[in-house]
């Protein structure tokens, strides 16, 4: 098969559109033919050698967790799904035209969800859904949802407000119109002193973003409350010690998917698709994401 396969750790250019082994199909997995993949902050992590303390790379190897396509063949002890089902999930080594992915993982993509758009979902609402899930929300509290027009937090967005709490997104000032259309209760610029500090006391604050946004926002909750973040905890979370601190990392979840893919399809929810590239042009797309603001990009084979 053809991939774009990755021999060093560097920048986009270490992406190289390639020949590659066909996988093996395993006790339990499926063979995907891929319709198309995402680009998410993990893949630019690992890529760069930013994350390869914790999720190294097997050199030659293949970046992706995001799939979507068509089953080709069923491993041993699968069942529920058959050769030709159109399905997503949230897999590894999709940066390629085939790729297998445990059955325990797959959501069959619904009527009415192209099946190439269906990959920009996968690992974003799963960890935002489980962002949101962690946090302990109970209906009538107040959440803060920091990076809220990114994929994560929209989907805890979306979750959040689902479990009946009040739902505070907190963006940049030049994203502040761009949340406009997401629902939320209150929006707020965490890149604005005035608008963090004049914020009402926080039962849960649901966290996407790196460095110092977290450590502020963490002043804001309440004693007792919790401050969930996928991107580990603020560096001063030690001068909080009331304040539970709830890492997330996400981990699959079919049912997850099937309920955001049948919002999309209803038109209650949607993941900004920015880009659509062949996989062979995987360096441009990686190049494009870091630059951020320009939605999901994905990759074709």
């Known amino acids: 098969m053809k991939a774009s396969v990755i021999h060093q750790y560097g920048g986009p250019e270490v992406l190289k559109y390639e020949d590659y082994p066909d996988p093996t199909v395993g006790a339990g997995q499926v063979l995907v033919r891929v319709a198309a993949t995402s680009i998410n902050p993990i893949d630019i992590g690992r890529r760069s050698g930013m994350m390869k303390e914790v999720f190294p790379i097997k050199f030659p190897g293949i970046l992706g967790r995001d799939v979507a396509g068509t089953i080709l063949k069923l491993g041993a002890g699968v069942e529920g799904f058959s050769i030709g089902d159109k399905v997503f999930a949230v897999a590894d080594q999709a940066y390629a ?35 949101a899930t962690q946090s302990d929300i109970k209906p009538g509290q ?64 649901a966290n996407t973003i790196r460095g110092k946004t977290g450590e502020v926002l963490i002043s804001q909750v309440k004693k007792g409350g919790v401050f969930a973040s996928v991107v580990g905890p603020p560096a001063n979370a030690k001068d909080f010690p009331s304040v539970r601190i709830v890492p997330v990392r996400a981990t699959p979840d079919p049912k997850a998917l099937m309920e955001f893919a049948r919002a999309v399809v209803d038109k209650k929810f949607v993941i900004p698709i920015g880009l659509k590239l062949p996989l062979s042009d995987a360096s441009k797309g990686h190049a494009a994401a870091e630059k951020g603001g320009i939605g999901k990009v994905l990759l074709m084979p």
Request: hydrophobic share 50%; charged share 15%.
């Open 97 to 131: 035209e085939l790729c297998a992915v445990p059955a325990t993982n797959l959501a069959k993509v619904p009527n009415g969800l192209d099946v190439v758009e269906s990959a920009a979902l996968p690992l974003v609402i799963t960890t935002g859904y489980q962002l």
């Open 142 to 205: 107040t959440v803060l949802v920091s990076g809220a027009v990114g994929g994560v937090g929209r989907a805890a967005v979306y979750t959040a407000k689902g479990l009946g709490a009040k739902v505070i997104g907190g963006v940049l000032k030049r994203q502040l119109q761009q949340a406009a259309g997401l629902g939320l209760d209150q929006v707020i610029a965490t890149d604005d002193d005035n608008a963090i500090a004049n914020l009402p006391p926080l039962d849960a604050v």
